[in-house]
């Protein structure tokens, strides 16, 4: 049978679209092809990316292979110029049926919103950014912040709830954003709150990324009081000096950073904290870097992403005074060791302990704070489990 397979590099929300790419292109009747969707985030995404291409035609010489996504609509160009690649589209055209039209061939049914197995769902509701930190390519190959009507996210939210998921993670760009293009201006935690009130069937919801200083005050209450919303917090943090925060343009400091930390801890003692942090910023010294290094233990960042500096072309920041990049590789290698330091020790401190968790398949679920749990079951199911100790990196579960 022909196959349509989609090889994804980047954020949650380019996860997202590569389901909706894949409703898209079913509707089209594409398939015996491979679409590879770009990240533009830094230049070793798009190294991984264009490797994956590579490869694909190796795998497969006789299949379609297209190329979209962030890097794909920056550098159209620089992928077309690829003799592996037979088609480019930018990601407004992704999402489209018709744009898969000049690669058809017969091919299975459309794939459902949720792909067999999974029992959790992202749902894009924003897109789009307003900002330019001096070190982002996104906003050029996303455009202005865009939000999703509230109407169009509780059919999408039923859909996926009807396929299969059991937790929904609500995902954008600059996800904190939501709703200042639209009719009344509703915040994200307003929409929430009113897309759990219109979809009583979903047992859970967790925001993506979100800016620590710009959290509003709705979404402080319904963290506070909504048993179905999580207690895990990912905040796009970026750094934990504030010269280099401010160097980035970034709208928050570290004491909002931590203040943000410390208001979720007491609204729920069992929130866990998640971040992004840029290891080698141009002009970071030692001393600078030290100051987010320290923040990762201070604040118990236990899910911890890392990234190591790359300049991207265009962007302030890659006229700024660079830091070695031996020195970045360092960096970066010892905010890993930290966050890993930061996640065995909120795993540990969490044995003894019970939670409700899903089950996801493999031996495997998800606590309600994120953590992964070694379990049994079906997936799908919600289990009560206590935890008895950690072994591989997760939570031993068993029941309560």
């Given at each position: 049978?022909?196959?349509?397979?989609?090889?994804?590099?980047?954020?949650?929300?380019?996860?997202?679209?590569?389901?909706?790419?894949?409703?898209?292109?079913?509707?089209?009747?594409?398939?015996?092809?491979?679409?590879?969707?770009?990240?533009?985030?830094?230049?070793?995404?798009?190294?991984?990316?264009?490797?994956?291409?590579?490869?694909?035609?190796?795998?497969?010489?006789?299949?379609?292979?297209?190329?979209?996504?962030?890097?794909?609509?920056?550098?159209?160009?620089?992928?077309?110029?690829?003799?592996?690649?037979?088609?480019?589209?930018?990601?407004?055209?992704?999402?489209?049926?018709?744009?898969?039209?000049?690669?058809?061939?017969?091919?299975?049914?459309?794939?459902?919103?949720?792909?067999?197995?999974?029992?959790?769902?992202?749902?894009?509701?924003?897109?789009?950014?307003?900002?330019?930190?001096?070190?982002?390519?996104?906003?050029?190959?996303?455009?202005?912040?865009?939000?999703?009507?509230?109407?169009?996210?509780?059919?999408?939210?039923?859909e996926l709830v009807a396929a299969g998921a059991r937790e929904i993670v609500l995902t954008g760009i600059d996800l904190t954003a939501y709703g200042a293009d639209l009719p009344g201006r509703p915040s994200?935690?307003?929409?929430?709150?009113?897309?759990?009130?219109?979809?009583?069937?979903?047992?859970?919801?967790?925001?993506?990324?979100?800016?620590?200083?710009?959290?509003?005050?709705?979404?402080?209450?319904?963290?506070?009081?909504?048993?179905?919303?999580?207690?895990?917090?990912?905040?796009?943090?970026?750094?934990?000096d504030d010269l280099v925060l401010k160097r980035m343009k970034r709208r928050h400091s570290r004491a909002d950073a931590l203040a943000a930390i410390a208001r979720a801890r007491r609204l729920r003692p069992e929130t866990a904290i998640g971040a992004d942090l840029i290891a080698g910023f141009p002009t970071e010294s030692e001393e600078m870097f030290r100051r987010?290094?320290?923040?990762?233990?201070?604040?118990?960042?236990?899910?911890?992403?890392?990234?190591?500096?790359?300049?991207?072309?265009?962007?302030?920041?890659?006229?700024?005074?660079?830091?070695?990049?031996?020195?970045?590789?360092?960096?970066?290698?010892?905010?890993?060791?930290?966050?890993?330091?930061?996640?065995?020790?909120?795993?540990?401190?969490?044995?003894?302990?019970?939670?409700?968790?899903?089950?996801?398949?493999?031996?495997?679920?998800?606590?309600?704070?994120?953590?992964?749990?070694?379990?049994?079951?079906?997936?799908?199911?919600?289990?009560?489990?206590?935890?008895?100790?950690?072994?591989?990196?997760?939570?031993?579960?068993?029941?309560?």
């Amino acid at each position: 049978m022909a196959a349509l397979d989609i090889v994804t590099f980047g954020c949650r929300l380019n996860a997202a679209e590569s389901e909706a790419i894949r409703r898209a292109a079913g509707r089209a009747g594409l398939a015996d092809a491979v679409i590879v969707n770009t990240c533009a985030v830094t230049a070793e995404a798009e190294r991984q990316a264009r490797q994956a291409i590579r490869r694909a035609r190796r795998a497969h010489p006789g299949r379609r292979i297209i190329v979209t996504g962030c890097a794909a609509t920056l550098s159209p160009a620089q992928y077309a110029a690829m003799p592996e690649v037979d088609l480019v589209l930018d990601n407004t055209a992704k999402l489209r049926a018709e744009s898969y039209g000049a690669a058809i061939s017969a091919g299975p049914a459309p794939a459902p919103a949720v792909a067999p197995g999974r029992v959790r769902a992202y749902l894009q509701v924003q897109q789009g950014c307003d900002h330019r930190c001096t070190f982002c390519i996104i906003p050029y190959a996303r455009g202005p912040s865009r939000s999703v009507p509230l109407g169009v996210l509780v059919e999408r939210a039923r859909e996926l709830v009807a396929a299969g998921a059991r937790e929904i993670v609500l995902t954008g760009i600059d996800l904190t954003a939501y709703g200042a293009d639209l009719p009344g201006r509703p915040s994200l935690g307003q929409m929430a709150r009113r897309l759990l009130a219109l979809v009583p069937e979903l047992p859970r919801l967790r925001f993506s990324s979100l800016d620590p200083g710009e959290i509003d005050e709705p979404l402080w209450r319904l963290f506070a009081d909504e048993p179905r919303v999580m207690p895990h917090l990912h905040l796009s943090l970026q750094a934990g000096d504030d010269l280099v925060l401010k160097r980035m343009k970034r709208r928050h400091s570290r004491a909002d950073a931590l203040a943000a930390i410390a208001r979720a801890r007491r609204l729920r003692p069992e929130t866990a904290i998640g971040a992004d942090l840029i290891a080698g910023f141009p002009t970071e010294s030692e001393e600078m870097f030290r100051r987010s290094l320290d923040l990762v233990g201070e604040a118990g960042i236990a899910f911890l992403h890392v990234f190591p500096y790359s300049p991207r072309p265009g962007t302030p920041a890659a006229r700024m005074p660079p830091v070695p990049p031996e020195v970045v590789r360092e960096r970066a290698a010892r905010l890993r060791a930290a966050g890993a330091a930061a996640l065995a020790a909120d795993l540990a401190g969490r044995v003894g302990g019970a939670a409700e968790v899903l089950v996801e398949g493999d031996g495997r679920g998800r606590a309600p704070c994120y953590a992964p749990v070694a379990c049994d079951g079906s997936p799908g199911a919600i289990r009560r489990l206590r935890f008895t100790a950690v072994a591989g990196g997760a939570l031993v579960g068993a029941a309560a």
